[in-house]
């Protein structure tokens, strides 16, 4: 059966850590704000362990990030409170070649429209 949703578990620990990071929080800081052992943190936000739905709400709601933004594959564009936390989430990983290259694109894009606006 092909189901609607899906919970995408690496996509969430992602989210969390770029959220925190664009917080400003350190592991620990998130670990006493929820309650969770720093440890805990460190598991999810690096898939070696998924979280409750309470975790998941007190989290959402220390970051001041939706849970749609947590658990949908996409989100409303319409939440610009979480557009920069998306943006921290899709080049975690990246490769320093890769950001540089994607600093290019951007650039590139905001010559184009500076032009043709």
């Not at 609607?4 to 969430?12: A, T």
């Not at 400003?24 to 670990?31: D, F, I, K, P, S």
């Not at 999810?44 to 949908?72: K, P, R």
């Not at 564009?77 to 989430?89: K, P, T």
Request: proline content about 2%; overall charge negative.
């Amino acid at each position: 059966m092909d189901y609607k949703y899906k919970v995408d578990y690496p996509l969430i620990a992602k989210r969390i850590k770029a959220a925190r990071k664009q917080a400003g929080l350190t592991q620990e800081q998130l670990a006493e704000k929820i309650d969770i052992s720093t440890n805990a943190v460190a598991k999810l936000e690096n898939n070696l362990m998924t979280a409750s739905l309470q975790t998941l709400v007190n989290i959402a709601n220390v970051l001041g990030i939706g849970m749609d933004y947590l658990l949908c594959e996409s989100y409303p564009a319409d939440q610009e409170s979480n557009i920069d936390v998306f943006l921290d989430g899709l080049i975690d990983g990246l490769s320093q070649q890769d950001k540089e290259f994607i600093i290019h694109v951007i650039n590139g894009l905001k010559l184009y429209h500076t032009r043709s606006g």
